[in-house]
Structures are given as C-alpha cells and as structure tokens.
C-alpha cells in the first residue's frame, strides 16, 4: 500500500423431504461427501446415497441480532477488540442486524468483519450510531484497513457524520447514511480506498487524504475533494468531469450492472436476494422501494462450515445446492466446481478458501448467470497455475442477457504465510462482471519475498466483451493485468508495481524496462478504460525505472480516458504514462503524471 503522505483538509432446489432424518448432521462441517446408508455386504445392493441437506444454522460466528438483544454494544466491542489488529488473523466474523431500530451503538469494524441489515432495503434496519472504520492501531495510518464491509444498513451518525477510513478489499454496498460520511482516519493520516456502490449519502462525502476511490450507481449530497484518481460511474451528486484538475473521472451510467446477492429475512425464514441485472444504470436499486430481483429460500444452499471438503461441496453443487460459505477457512484438496448455470455461491464474513498442493480452488462452466460473491482466495505454499477460473479455456457463449458476476471476492498471495500462483483471476466465460475485486500478492505480512510469495500475474481475461468495475490488482512479478479479450472495459483502476523487485534485471520485460501494471494483447481492436492509476514504490532498489505503466495496440479502437502514474517517494520512476506517450515522473515529489485521452 502507499505509504506516502498526501494533503489532508489542512494539506434451484428445495432440500430433499429427508432432511429430517439427516438432522444432526447437517450441522457437522466435515460430513462426508454422501451420507450413505450402511448394509452388511450379504444385503440387496446399496440404496442410493442420501442427499445433502440444504438450509440449517449459519455457524458460530455468524452473529444476529434484534433489537431486543442484550448488550449488543458489548458484543461489538468483544469482535472488534479480538479483530482490531488481527490483520492476518483467523477469525472470520458476520454481525448481522434484523430489520428494526437500533439506538446508541458504535460497530467499530476490524480485520474479517462484516456488518449487515437483513431487510430487503437499507431503511428496514436503521441503527442511530455508527459503522466505524479508523486507524488507531496503526498509528493513523489507513493503508492497511483490508477485508472488512459494511452492507444494507442505515446510519444517523452520532455527529452526523460517519467515518469509514479504508484501504482495499472493504465495500460499502446498499448503504444509506443519513448524514456525511468521512473516509480519513482520525488526524487524516494516509489513506488507500476504495469502493462504494448502490449507497446513499445524503451528506457529503469527504474523502480527504484518501489517494483514490470508485463510487458506482450511488447518490451523494457532495463530494469534497480529490488527491489522484476519483471515479464515479452512475452517481446522482457526483462532481462533474474534470480530470485531471481536479482528478474527477465521472461517467453519467454504468454500463451493465448486478448489485451482489445478499441475505435477508422474509419473517423468520432467511432467504438470499438477487438484483436483476441493469443497463445503463444510475442512482441505487432501491430507492423507489423494495429492489428487482428474485430471491431463493435458504433451503436451496448448502450451509458450508469450516472443516467440509471439497468433495462434499461439490457434492451439493451437482445435487443442484447452492453454496453459502459461513465464515471461516476452507482448505481444498481440489477445485470446486461451479457447473450449473445461475448457481450462486456467496461468502457471510470473508470465509477464506485456501488451495492446497498446488491446486485451483475454483473453476465455473460455461454457464449463464452464476454469481460469485463474498469470499477470499488465500494461495497455498504449493504452487497452483490460477486460483480462480471463470468459463474453461476456449469458452465462447453468449452471455449478454445473464452474465456470471464475480463481486467481492479477493485474492491474496502471501502475507498469512507462503503462498504461490502463476496467474490468480482467468476470466474465460464472455461477458462477465467483475465488480469490486482487490488481487494482491502481499508487500507485507508473512511469507513475503520477491520468490517467496512468487506470483507472475494477477488477472488474465481471455473472454470478449468483460467488464471490470472496480479494478484492484497490485505487486505482481510480471504483469498485475493482461487483456486478450475484445471489447473489454475497466471503470477505475488501481495498481501498485511490486515492491521488492531486487534490481532493473528482475523486471526487465525483454528491451522493455518493466512489465506494465494493465497490458491489452496486440491482438485488440477495442477496448475502453476510464480512471486508471498505477504506482510505484521499489524501495529495495529505488533506481529501477519503469518504462510504463499501460501497455496497448495504437489503433482506433483502443481508447483510455485519464491515465495517471506516480513514483511514491522517488522509489523508482516511470518513463511514461502508456506506451511512449505522457510525461516522466521526476525526483522525489509524489506527483501524478496524466494522460486524459489515449490515443
């Protein structure tokens, strides 16, 4: 993460009719993959394994209450102070709030947290108090706030305003805030956001010492200032266009939009909500009521808990379950493989799937509509070629009217200890959605070192016509993005060169000096960016330079609007913005060299 000042204020199934013989063990997290009935071998020949049941608990650490629930603020305080600082911890926690009012709270919000209403709109669960995100226990500094989010919730802030100072992999979705809303830490100490979607602020938004941020399909009462990169897609308040002075990027609609699938409460049966896909998208789903959508009764997922494997997951998936992965960590001896169309797979509480022996923790089909959503990929210390793949190699249908959607799911490559992957993210299938995903091979942390945690690529897309919305992907080996398909778009983007490059050789990219953080293949003829950002800190050999930071086919068809590289610091620099065009950035000063249109 940066770690260089900038300017603050001052500056489809129903379980089967046996699931009540099953009971128990539903709630047993290692149930093998069929639960079959045993016989002495002289019997008739086995009867048909018993199916897997849908719906049960969510687990311990998915944690629910209502407004009548004792002590809930001890409750809070109990999570935060276990996960405060728990960067890479093992506790996983979902603190869920039934519809209703809730009076004097304060949620503060550390590592692996998750805080959600469980209305079908923000407004059914109103909490006067706060969702707080600051940076006391790292001394001021936000840009390591990871993997925590807020959902479907509406705050009155105490002051009327909320704080929510994050760095990476830590939406704010389907939120009102009935007031401002802060996204500096207490003193406006460094900064590295972030992403709000399908939220109403009705006060303004202040970012202050945040560096970059993308807010998409969204309402705002104001937006106060920007450092290097602010994107707006589809937000009714945003400021109007004007990178890069100041570096607004604001596009009137999203192109092709799906808000996330959620779970929430029809009575007392829990069901999990899925938004109809938009076109052309501004402003949030739910404002004029209850969302488009339909909605799937809990009964029809397999309740994952720490402890299944793999096997008995897929085991669900083939019986026509879909998955909810209660929060925890999920090691995995192979794929899970996702091979029904509009199946729905969705994390509570950033449940953490880690590969082990070398292998990829999940594969879909070709397929229309899955929805992927909710969870982190955590490489295992045996190297696997990718750790998601989207549609299988070669895959070519046509899915503009129900795409796969891939939203909140993050990728981690080191940090927790040793981890490998060649390339993280393939997207094969045409047509996906990517929105809102942070892929980091880790700078910091544990089982971090320029081979140690060796990871050559973040995202490949191979499919035409994808999507990106909220485009994270940093410190890769080689290139952090390659894009062979056609028609690909990113609506903001946000990219650190690795750090620990350990001299000019270890990146040289042939007679190029260094890989480019977004490459688009020779072979394309269109393509669009707009709000791209790439940054480089090589402290361990501040004299490496890098040639640029986009790499691209000069043709027509291939256009980027307001492209930004900086040098943090001095630590290395770039020659250019894209290809042999834009300025160098220079000495020590942290400033922003732009190109607004390319070519």
Known sequence: MPRIPTDG???????????????????????????????????????????????????????????????????????????????????????????????????????????????????????????????????????????RSAENLALVPVNGTNRWAVAQAAPFRRMHVRGGLNLAPNGYGWASGGYIADSRIDGQVGPYSQQQWYTRDSSVGGWVNAVWNMVFSGVQGAPAQSFPNPPYTTLDTTPVSREKPFLYLNGSEYRVFLPEKRTNARGTTWGSGTPRGSSLPLSQFYVAKPGVTAATLNAALAQGLHLLLTPGIYHLDRPIEVNRANTVVLGLGYATLIPDNGVTAMKTADVDGVRLAGFLIDAGPVNSATLLEVGPAGASANHSANPTTVQDVFVRIGGAGPGKATTSMVINSRHTIVDHTWIWRADHGTGVGWETNRADYGIRVNADDVLATGLFVEHFNKYDVQWYGQRGRTIFFQNEKAYDAPNQAAIQNGSVKGYAAYKVADSVTTHEGWGLGSYCYYNVDPTIVQHHGFAAPNVPGVKFHDLLVVSLGGNGQYERVINDTGSPTSGTSTVPSTVVSYP
């Open 9 to 147: 204020p001052d500056s489809g199934r129903s379980a089967p009719a046996r699931r009540a013989v099953l009971g128990a063990m539903a709630a047993t997290a290692a149930a093998p993959a069929l639960l079959a009935l045993s016989s002495p071998a002289s019997a008739t020949p086995a009867k048909k394994p018993l199916a897997l049941p849908g719906g049960g608990d969510l687990g311990p650490n998915v944690i629910v209450f209502d407004p009548s629930t004792p002590n809930i603020q001890g409750r809070l305080d109990e999570v935060f102070r276990q996960q405060e600082s728990a960067q890479f911890g093992t506790g996983r926690y979902a603190l869920l709030f039934k519809p209703g009012t809730y009076n004097g709270l304060n949620a503060q919000l550390g590592f692996y947290t998750s805080i959600a209403g469980l209305g079908l709109s923000p407004d059914d669960t109103t909490i006067n108090g706060d969702v707080t995100v600051d940076a006391g226990w790292f001394n001021g500094n936000a840009t390591q706030n990871f993997w």
